[in-house]
Structure formats: C-alpha cells, structure tokens
C-alpha cells in the first residue's frame, strides 16, 4: 500500500516534530480552544497510557534496553490499539468528535527508521490511515534539545546526533507524502507559542468549520 491509498481521516489532526519542538504545549493549548468553542474533542498521544505505550517509555527512559526492531514493533502495536481499539481513534471520529495526536506514523518512519533502518517501519505503519491535517514543528535540533536542557533526565533519542538524523528523516517522509490527500502544514516553532498556536487554530478552524480562539498572545 502507497501512501497516496490511505485516504485522510476526517477530523484527525496530528502534530509531528522533534524533541522539544513544542508539540506537546501546542496540544493542550488546542484542548482549550476545541473547549471553549463547544467542539466535541478529544486530544490524545503517542505513545499512549496503554499498557504498550508503558513499556515503550520505560524503554524511551533507559530503564530497559531493547532492539531497536522490536521497539519499531511496539510503536506499531501501540499505534494499532490506538487506532482500532475501544475508545481509540477510530471510534471517536466516527462519534463526530475531533482528535488532535501528539505524533503518529511519521513519528515511527522518522525515529524508528533513523534507529533501525526505514524498512521496517515502513513495513509496520503501511496499513494506518493517515490524518486529515498534519502539522510539522519545524525547529533546528539544537535549538529544539535547548529547551530540555532542564530536564534531569533525556530520553535516549535526545541527543544532537540523532536528532539531526531525525530531521532528516522528517522532511523524507513528508515529502513521500505530498500529494496523499493529507494536508501538511509546516510551522515555523521558532516563533512565539502565542505565534504558533494562532496558525494552528486558523488551520484547524478551517478543516472543522469553527472559529477558534487562542489564549495565549
């Protein structure tokens, strides 16, 4: 399967990037707009809370030590119960709700094919659907691990090396998916988070038909 055959899931709206681009505040800054606006929602993330995604981030972590092949298959087996499981990504959408995903498949064909090769992960996330609308942070690497610098303790993909390899991986996959049906957005996470939440909102406000308004300038 091409990535031209995955027609976009209505109303499924990812945000990709690396490591401290910024996804993960511009995720509950969206929660809140998606509120106030009275939308039906849900924001959710990968890995999950699932008892897969658990061990994905004890791995992530450094507390366990696995093969990068079989982290590439965990990712997958996570992203799948996301997706088809109860409660899951599928059955909201099919509910009217909104899902906003902090990282999804390009995730997988950035990270796991910069740490294992891109086979695979091609391979593992051939059969997922992809979003409606796609919004890549765009952030140099140093400046993105710059922002973690608070942190006591990195994940083991949080390293300058790796995470230039990461960008790398990004613009690949991005660029196989051009013409797919799936809208990309590239946001410039340079920017203020006010700046970018406002790009953010103007675009999924025009992909659900809402005015959305930010709380933060």
Same mark, same amino acid.
């Given at each position: 399967?091409?990535?031209?055959?995955?027609?976009?899931?209505?109303?499924?709206?990812?945000?990709?990037?690396?490591d401290g681009a910024g996804t993960t505040t511009q995720l509950g800054l969206i929660a809140g707009a998606l509120?106030?606006?009275?939308?039906?929602?849900?924001?959710?993330?990968? !890995?999950?809370?699932?008892?897969?995604?658990?061990?994905?981030?004890?791995?992530?972590?450094?507390?366990?030590?696995?093969? !990068?092949?079989?982290?590439?298959?965990?990712?997958?087996?996570?992203?799948?119960?996301?997706?088809?499981?109860?409660?899951?990504?599928?059955?909201?959408?099919?509910?009217?709700?909104?899902?906003?995903?902090?990282?999804?498949?390009?995730?997988?064909?950035?990270?796991?094919?910069? *740490?294992?090769? !891109?086979?695979?992960?091609?391979?593992?996330?051939?059969?997922?659907?992809?979003?409606?609308?796609?919004?890549?942070?765009?952030?140099?690497?140093?400046?993105?691990?710059?922002?973690?610098? =608070?942190? &006591?303790?990195? *994940?083991?993909?949080?390293?300058?090396?790796?995470?230039? &390899?990461?960008?790398?991986?990004?613009? =690949?996959?991005?660029?196989?998916?051009?013409?797919?049906?799936? &809208?990309?957005?590239?946001?410039?996470?340079?920017?203020?988070?006010?700046?970018?939440?406002? &790009?953010?909102?103007?675009?999924?406000?025009?992909?659900?038909?809402?005015?959305?308004?930010? *709380?933060?300038?």
């Amino acid at each position: 399967m091409t990535a031209s055959d995955r027609g976009p899931l209505r109303r499924f709206i990812v945000l990709e990037g690396g490591d401290g681009a910024g996804t993960t505040t511009q995720l509950g800054l969206i929660a809140g707009a998606l509120e106030r606006a009275g939308a039906a929602h849900w924001t959710t993330s990968e !890995p999950t809370e699932a008892p897969e995604g658990l061990l994905i981030r004890r791995i992530l972590s450094g507390e366990l030590r696995r093969d !990068p092949g079989t982290l590439a298959r965990l990712f997958a087996a996570d992203r799948n119960e996301h997706l088809r499981g109860a409660g899951g990504i599928l059955e909201r959408l099919s509910t009217g709700e909104t899902v906003v995903c902090d990282r999804y498949v390009l995730s997988s064909l950035a990270y796991q094919g910069v *740490d294992c090769g !891109p086979e695979l992960p091609a391979e593992l996330n051939a059969d997922f659907p992809l979003p409606e609308l796609l919004f890549f942070f765009d952030l140099p690497p140093a400046q993105s691990l710059s922002r973690l610098g =608070a942190r &006591k303790r990195l *994940d083991i993909f949080e390293d300058l090396p790796f995470q230039e &390899k990461v960008g790398a991986a990004y613009r =690949a996959a991005l660029a196989s998916f051009e013409g797919s049906g799936m &809208k990309i957005v590239r946001i410039d996470a340079s920017l203020s988070v006010g700046e970018v939440n406002r &790009k953010i909102l103007d675009a999924i406000g025009a992909a659900i038909g809402l005015s959305l308004a930010g *709380d933060v300038e």
